[in-house]
């Protein structure tokens, strides 16, 4: 069966508009770099950034002794048929003109992906904390962390449900955005 475009004469103008726009732009997901500063009272060692230390995290640290816990890119990865249809119906669209229904669906195909990659971090599938990150948590008060000490202790093996890696305030996870702009 062969595909056909039909495009009227009196839309063409609306039309080139909406494909050039199309074009034109990115869906970005993750964690931007301006305004990422956390919080002091949760930093002993200084601001850190949201953005550096998303990159800490899906990267790993061999020198700090971090190890990988990819979430940013698997959690795209996850997202991907919901948003792929989302850019297919923002095509659709630009075909027809409809440059405000393309950003629509744009801003609907980045706000899914960022919905996939803060699950990824809600899911705890990660390799479990060390102890002395499990240590570092209990001293400021988090729950989670001294349960998990005292389970270790009693002989279990590691569990992330007591004491999620990639959350401890929530703030990396809150920080997951997307933003639709210009190519550059």
Known sequence: MKA?????????????KSI??????????????ASTERRPDEDEHGPMTNATLGYIHEFGSPAANIPPRPFLIPGVQDAADK?????????????????SGVDAELNKAGMQAASSVKAKINSGDF????????????????????????SRKAGNAPNNDNAKPLIDTGQLRNSITYVVRGKK
């Open 83 to 99: 948003y792929e249809a989302r850019l297919k119906k923002a095509a659709t669209l630009a075909l027809d003109g409809n440059l």
């Open 20 to 33: 050039t726009a199309l074009t034109g732009k990115d869906v970005l997901i993750g964690i931007p770099d």
């Open 4 to 16: 056909s475009v039909v495009i009227k004469t009196d839309k063409l103008a609306a039309v080139v």
């Open 127 to 150: 390799i479990p904390l060390a102890e002395a990150t499990l240590r570092a948590r209990a001293r400021r008060g988090r729950q989670g962390a001294q349960a998990e000490l005292d």
